[in-house]
């Protein structure tokens, strides 16, 4: 069983900067792959990056590539999202995943199969 907390959301202009954190607990957190999905209000939960064990493979979807940096901590059980230059399309509940059977990255959400809890990230014009 793996238990996982999302922070760093809240309210920002356009243009500004959000970190958003996951820590993780339960399992040995260096095993697996995790990854950042987004889901703005009526749409599909879609993933936004992702990285393998140790943080050396990462994978971006074409609406953040540039914008977002995913990385993380392992003796920290954490994985982070620096997101900067955010626009008002941005805004969405946003959740780490693990892919506790892998230890490599995937785009599609069915690879994944422990979710936070999500945080909203809202960024105002």
């Known amino acids: 069983q793996v238990q996982l907390v999302e922070s760093g959301g809240g309210l920002v202009q356009a243009g500004g900067s959000l970190r958003l954190s996951c820590a993780a607990s339960?399992?040995?957190?260096?095993?697996?792959?995790m990854g950042w999905f987004r889901q703005a209000p009526g749409k599909e939960r879609e993933f936004g990056a992702a990285?393998?064990?140790?943080?050396?493979?990462?994978n971006y979807a074409d609406s953040v590539k540039g914008r977002f940096t995913i990385s993380r901590d392992n003796a920290k059980h954490t994985v982070y999202m620096q997101m900067n230059s955010l626009k008002t399309e941005h805004t969405a509940v946003y959740y780490c995943?693990?892919?506790?059977?892998?230890?490599?990255?995937?785009?599609?959400?069915?690879?994944?199969?422990?979710w936070g809890q999500g945080t909203q990230v809202t960024v105002s014009s």
């Open positions: 990285n393998n064990w140790n943080g050396g493979s990462t």
């Open positions: 339960g399992r040995t957190f260096c095993s697996y792959a």
């Open positions: 995943a693990v892919r506790s059977h892998s230890l490599v990255a995937s785009t599609y959400r069915y690879a994944y199969d422990y």
